[in-house]
């Protein structure tokens, strides 16, 4: 019987924002990464070049839109062109981490769309599907003509978790937006659940105004679905440590840590920060910091995808 992968053959290749992810995925499946070659030339424009036969296959591009964020977009599109000219027979992006996902509604006058515009790219490069993870707004999945298959990082956050005693613990959303998020842990976890009244007077900068429910003498686990310049985070932990809060451990798909965000996190009262690896991170940079890897389920769902089965069947 030949292997899963050999039937209508699969192959997975990787751009430059985060091979270790990609060679995880590769192991799993056991079979090796494609080979590609994804370069510069020497004005700064990418130089991309398919060096084995892809024709016919199913082809899973591993590439997150992270910083630099421009540079990796780009580089994804270019490869996704350069498989649809190799006449690859589908071409899968796989994008952990979508950048520019908060861009995803006129909010005010005179402003783009930027997350339907990189959809409208993907589709255009010539991508047939999308598989990510933990998409910053499930709407966004609308903004495509093409399939989307929106994963989630639970499983392996519920995972970390599991043997840990929970019997003094509470879930904390740190804003209104990630309130879903937050209750599907609450439940799974049976938990109860606290809400953070936050607020944006600017970009990049939050403000608490409220707490809805109590923290007092209880370790609090932040569920959300990244963490940027640490703001929210940051500001939701100091306002749950003032209100009592015994302990801080906060969860976070993607850790994007732009400008001051690990000294930030370094000054706060969180205890423990556990990302997962669907954008690379140097845990150098400080102690709180722990890694979970998605590359299972990844692997899982391009297996699935590959074989023409449920992904969704993955999360139930």
Not at 37 to 45: C, N, T
Not at 189 to 203: A, S, T
Not at 245 to 257: D, G, Q, R, W, Y
């Amino acid at each position: 019987m030949r292997r899963y992968w050999e039937q209508g053959e699969l192959k997975i290749f990787s751009g430059n924002s985060n091979k270790s992810l990609a060679l995880k995925i590769s192991e799993i499946l056991g079979m090796p990464l494609g080979n590609i070659k994804v370069a510069r030339f020497a004005d700064g424009e990418i130089d991309v070049k398919i060096l084995e036969n892809v024709r016919g296959a199913d082809c899973y591009v591993v590439q997150s839109t992270c910083n630099p964020v421009n540079e990796n977009l780009m580089e994804l599109l270019i490869m996704i062109d350069a498989f649809k000219r190799a006449s690859a027979g589908r071409i899968i992006a796989v994008i952990p981490y979508f950048g520019y996902a908060r861009a995803d509604r006129k909010a005010e006058p005179r402003v783009p769309i930027s997350a339907k515009l990189v959809a409208d790219l993907l589709t255009v490069s010539g991508a047939d599907r999308v598989i990510t993870i933990d998409l910053h707004a499930p709407q966004i999945q609308g903004f495509f003509d093409i399939p989307v298959d929106n994963l989630y990082a639970r499983p392996v956050f519920l995972d970390y978790i599991k043997g840990m005693d929970l019997s003094n613990t509470i879930v904390v959303s740190p804003d209104i937006g990630s309130v879903d998020r937050a209750r599907s842990f609450a439940k799974k976890l049976d938990l109860g659940l606290v809400i953070v009244d936050k607020r944006r007077p600017k970009p990049n900068m939050a403000e608490v105004y409220n707490i809805i429910g109590s923290v007092n003498g209880l370790n609090c686990l932040i569920f959300d679905d990244m963490i940027d310049t640490g703001g929210t985070l940051t500001s939701v932990a100091n306002a749950i440590k003032k209100a009592g809060a015994k302990s801080i451990m906060a969860f976070a798909t993607h850790s994007v840590l732009s400008k001051d965000a690990v000294s930030k996190i370094n000054d706060s009262p969180i205890d423990s920060v556990v990302f997962t690896d669907t954008i690379p991170i140097d845990l150098s940079k400080c102690d709180k910091f722990k890694v979970v890897s998605v590359s299972k389920i990844l692997a899982e769902a391009i297996k699935r995808n590959h074989l023409r089965e449920s992904v969704s069947e993955l999360f139930d």
